[in-house]
């Protein structure tokens, strides 16, 4: 998950601005979206993430919903397309990742996507979803702690879906999900493609 310049979950990535535009499509529409370098996966959807939008169910229509770790953007741009009368957080502390779905969202012109750094969220706050390709490489104690904060704020009987890379210890962080959650949450492995897997944690209702 390196990018090709920096390290995409530096607050600001040190490498110069370049900004560049690439075709990708984003819930069956083609798009043409604003990348930098600095930020994760600048040239491409990534594979996690298209695994992810290719094998999670609709997203609710309505409330708030979540992006953790957004990137430039596909996750968050792909919900808010999704579900026009829903709200989408896009989260990341990379600021010229927040700059990026800010554009690309504009140039879609979505108006439903706040892109924000993770303590400009509304305290209190409940999400009908969360969908994330969490930054694994941020550590272990990082990734559990990001984890931690965002999941709990599901609202009962909503789900979280994660996609992990099998060679990044998806399987170890299922089981992690599982000890640290319970009993308020279920997790589940939703699907398995191209050495990913898709997790599922519902929050029981």
Known sequence: MATDSGHY????PATELRLKEISVNLAGRDIVATTAGGVFS???????TQVLLAKTPPPPSGGDLLDVGCG????????????????VWAVDVNERALD???TNAAHLGLGNVNAVLPDDVPE?????????????????????????????RLEPGSDAWL??????GSDSLHRWLESSLAPE???????TDKGYRVLRARLQG
Do not use: C, Y
């Not at 430039?72 to 709200?87: E, F, M, N």
């Not at 969360?130 to 702690?145: A, T």
């Open 124 to 152: 209190g706050m409940r999400f009908a979803t969360i969908w994330s390709n969490p930054p694994i490489r941020v550590g272990k104690d990082e990734l559990h702690g990001l984890l931690l904060r965002w999941l709990p």
């Open 42 to 48: 600048p040239n491409q959807v990534d594979a996690g």
């Open 185 to 191: 949450f279920e997790v589940t492995r939703q699907a």
């Open 100 to 102: 990026l779905v800010r």
């Open 9 to 12: 979950f530096s607050a600001r």
């Open 163 to 168: 996609v992990v890379q099998r060679n990044l």
């Open 72 to 87: 430039w953007g596909p996750i968050s741009l792909a919900l808010a397309l999704l579900s026009p009368d829903a709200t």
